[in-house]
């Protein structure tokens, strides 16, 4: 696939960082699965992704642009992207970055029936018109708003620096305030897909940097009325710069002193957001947070040489900075404590549970073994209506207790000899990605009622309804791809499935359980 395409689809989206990533993808995955490790791929990045399959009419009409078309077959497919359409045509680019014009007559013979929908703000059927060419231009103004504001700042930070060029309390703090500033617009550039030198620099010198496009478009990141990092960040810099020109007393550099030092106490929660969350380093807000915790440094220094001088309660600063730092570790290392005391007790209760008990592995992978008959409601009830014996299993896999359980169970197969179980990988993960090729193939038969008693074996029922009652647009738009992909590949529509003789929704919310995403659907087919 070339490269322009891609190039194309991400500056018309205004999320040019995006651009790696997707190519890597778009050039590893075939047609299918790699529209859904594409749309993966964008998720982690901040974007949501839809595959739908419509008419002419319903593309034309309802869904918004631009947009990715599968173009021809699964043996001649090729990738495009629609950005407009009128009465008597389409314009489209194609694979190698040319623009074409294409009747509409002539769309309906070349287009696959295959379409993805890129929206940052969620997937509806019938989303308003006119959305993606409001939002460019909303990143048009901002980015306007943006220059015109970095010469504000630059201006207000050089008479800042004069203005307190003999303090020496006062030079660090502007120096380490402008600093601060300028990573915080930087930040605010790269959330509107505005290409920087220091976002290049910054994001992009290296692969391991890509998460920063990520942690700074998600949701995590708009957390104050609508306001993300960036923008709060500029705020909290710009002020002592402000301050700095109006000229500040010993009382104002207390009170930002006070402010710098309540800050710091994010920076365990911006690490939590990046590394548990999102599983994603942001270089960016790395930097931001040591400038916000040197801020704080020189905010206790400041506040206890005050009290130091008015109360003599402290000797020396330095005491003071000690008893802030030991308070902050203690409230820290609570904090995690009690959280590693959380998340400690869920994974041990799942991986306890992924341990089958030995006569379910001897039923399922024996070799002479019969189709068991139907379990009871006490453990689950699997109805077909008049489809027939299934011969299918579809499984969503997107975490490592998933991996597990599914290389558990091809491991005992594969030491019994045993290949009955036939298995569907649908959306592997980068950790199912790794492993062997045998996990995207079907890899024999097995008894079903057997397998599906060790699967819902494998996950705690109270996770399931933790789940089901919280579902979001995201898992509805997980379901709709694993139907989509099921028709795709001639497999007949979900069937019900019961755990513990209750009935499981179609679908269910993760997004506060990622680390387990249970698969939301599942599909079966008669031979």
């Given at each position: 696939?070339?490269?322009?395409?891609?190039?194309h689809?991400?500056?018309?989206?205004?999320?040019?960082?995006?651009?790696?990533?997707?190519?890597?993808?778009?050039?590893?995955?075939?047609?299918?699965?790699?529209?859904?490790?594409l749309?993966?791929?964008?998720?982690?990045?901040?974007?949501?992704?839809?595959?739908?399959?419509?008419?002419?009419?319903?593309?034309?009409?309802?869904?918004?642009?631009?947009?990715?078309?599968?173009?021809?077959?699964?043996?001649?497919?090729?990738?495009?992207?629609?950005?407009?359409?009128?009465?008597?045509?389409?314009?489209?680019?194609?694979?190698?970055?040319?623009?074409?014009?294409?009747?509409?007559?002539?769309?309906?013979?070349?287009?696959?029936?295959?379409?993805?929908?890129?929206?940052?703000?969620?997937?509806?059927?019938?989303p308003?018109?006119?959305?993606?060419?409001?939002?460019?231009?909303?990143?048009r103004?901002?980015?306007?708003?943006?220059?015109?504001?970095?010469?504000?700042?630059?201006?207000?930070?050089?008479?800042?620096?004069?203005?307190?060029?003999?303090?020496?309390?006062?030079?660090?703090?502007?120096?380490?305030?402008?600093?601060?500033?300028?990573?915080?617009v930087v930040?605010?550039?790269?959330?509107?897909?505005?290409?920087?030198?220091?976002?290049?620099?910054?994001?992009?010198?290296?692969?391991?940097?890509?998460?920063?496009?990520?942690?700074?478009?998600?949701?995590?990141?708009?957390?104050?009325?609508?306001?993300?990092?960036?923008?709060?960040?500029?705020?909290?810099?710009?002020?002592?710069?402000?301050?700095?020109?109006?000229?500040?007393?010993?009382?104002?550099?207390?009170?930002?002193?006070?402010?710098?030092?309540?800050?710091?106490?994010?920076?365990?929660?911006?690490?939590?957001?990046?590394?548990?969350?999102?599983?994603?380093?942001?270089?960016?807000?790395l930097?931001?947070?040591?400038?916000?915790?040197?801020?704080?440094?020189?905010?206790?220094?400041?506040?206890?040489?005050?009290?130091?001088?008015?109360?003599?309660?402290?000797?020396?600063?330095?005491?003071?900075?000690?008893?802030?730092?030991?308070?902050?570790?203690?409230?820290?290392?609570?904090?995690?404590?009690?959280?590693?005391?959380?998340?400690?007790?869920?994974y041990?209760?799942?991986?306890?549970?992924?341990?089958?008990?030995?006569?379910?592995?001897?039923?399922?992978?024996?070799?002479?073994?019969?189709?068991?008959?139907?379990?009871?409601?006490?453990?689950?009830?699997?109805?077909?209506?008049?489809?027939?014996?299934?011969?299918?299993?579809v499984?969503?896999?997107?975490?490592?207790?998933?991996?597990?359980?599914?290389?558990?169970?091809?491991?005992?197969?594969?030491?019994?000899?045993?290949?009955?179980?036939?298995?569907?990988?649908?959306?592997?993960?980068?950790a199912?990605?790794?492993?062997?090729?045998?996990?995207?193939?079907?890899?024999?038969q097995?008894?079903?009622?057997?397998?599906?008693?060790?699967?819902?074996?494998g996950?705690?029922?109270?996770?399931?309804?933790?789940?089901?009652?919280?579902?979001?647009?995201?898992?509805?738009?997980?379901?709709?791809?694993?139907?989509e992909?099921?028709?795709?590949?001639?497999?007949?529509?979900?069937?019900?499935?019961?755990?513990?003789?209750?009935?499981?929704?179609?679908?269910?919310?993760?997004e506060d359980?990622?680390?387990?995403?249970?698969?939301?659907?599942?599909?079966?087919?008669?031979?």
């Amino acid at each position: 696939m070339k490269s322009p395409l891609i190039r194309h689809l991400c500056v018309a989206l205004g999320h040019r960082q995006l651009y790696p990533r997707v190519r890597v993808l778009v050039d590893d995955y075939p047609l299918g699965f790699g529209l859904e490790a594409l749309g993966n791929a964008f998720a982690r990045c901040g974007m949501r992704s839809v595959a739908l399959r419509g008419s002419v009419d319903e593309l034309l009409a309802d869904w918004p642009k631009p947009l990715l078309l599968v173009l021809g077959s699964e043996d001649e497919a090729r990738l495009a992207v629609l950005v407009s359409t009128d009465a008597e045509g389409v314009t489209l680019f194609d694979d190698e970055g040319r623009r074409r014009r294409i009747p509409i007559a002539r769309l309906a013979d070349v287009w696959s029936g295959v379409a993805v929908v890129f929206d940052r703000e969620g997937y509806s059927p019938r989303p308003p018109e006119g959305r993606i060419r409001q939002k460019l231009q909303s990143v048009r103004l901002r980015r306007v708003c943006l220059y015109a504001f970095v010469a504000l700042a630059a201006l207000l930070t050089l008479l800042g620096v004069l203005a307190y060029l003999p303090a020496w309390w006062g030079l660090p703090v502007v120096l380490l305030s402008a600093f601060g500033l300028v990573l915080s617009v930087v930040a605010v550039l790269q959330s509107a897909g505005v290409e920087s030198l220091v976002g290049r620099r910054l994001c992009h010198h290296k692969e391991d940097d890509a998460g920063c496009g990520r942690v700074l478009t998600s949701r995590y990141a708009h957390l104050f009325g609508g306001l993300g990092w960036g923008e709060i960040g500029v705020g909290y810099f710009l002020l002592p710069i402000c301050m700095s020109v109006v000229g500040l007393s010993s009382q104002s550099l207390w009170i930002l002193s006070i402010v710098w030092i309540f800050s710091v106490l994010f920076i365990p929660y911006s690490l939590y957001i990046q590394r548990v969350r999102l599983g994603s380093w942001c270089t960016i807000c790395l930097l931001v947070l040591v400038v916000e915790l040197l801020l704080a440094i020189l905010g206790i220094w400041m506040l206890a040489s005050g009290v130091a001088s008015y109360t003599g309660v402290f000797g020396r600063s330095l005491y003071g900075l000690a008893l802030y730092f030991l308070a902050v570790s203690a409230g820290y290392l609570y904090w995690m404590k009690w959280r590693g005391r959380e998340e400690g007790r869920e994974y041990r209760l799942a991986f306890n549970q992924l341990r089958f008990d030995p006569a379910v592995v001897s039923v399922l992978f024996r070799a002479s073994a019969a189709v068991p008959p139907p379990p009871t409601d006490e453990l689950m009830e699997w109805r077909l209506g008049d489809s027939g014996q299934p011969s299918v299993l579809v499984i969503g896999l997107n975490c490592p207790i998933c991996a597990r359980w599914v290389s558990l169970l091809l491991e005992r197969a594969g030491a019994s000899g045993i290949g009955r179980l036939q298995i569907v990988l649908f959306s592997p993960s980068p950790a199912l990605q790794r492993l062997s090729a045998q996990w995207v193939e079907l890899v024999g038969q097995v008894g079903i009622h057997e397998a599906l008693r060790a699967f819902a074996e494998g996950f705690p029922t109270r996770w399931l309804e933790k789940c089901s009652g919280k579902a979001t647009e995201r898992a509805k738009n997980s379901v709709h791809l694993q139907q989509e992909w099921c028709v795709m590949h001639g497999i007949a529509s979900t069937p019900q499935l019961y755990v513990n003789g209750k009935k499981l929704p179609d679908y269910y919310d993760v997004e506060d359980l990622e680390f387990l995403h249970i698969v939301s659907t599942a599909g079966i087919a008669a031979k």
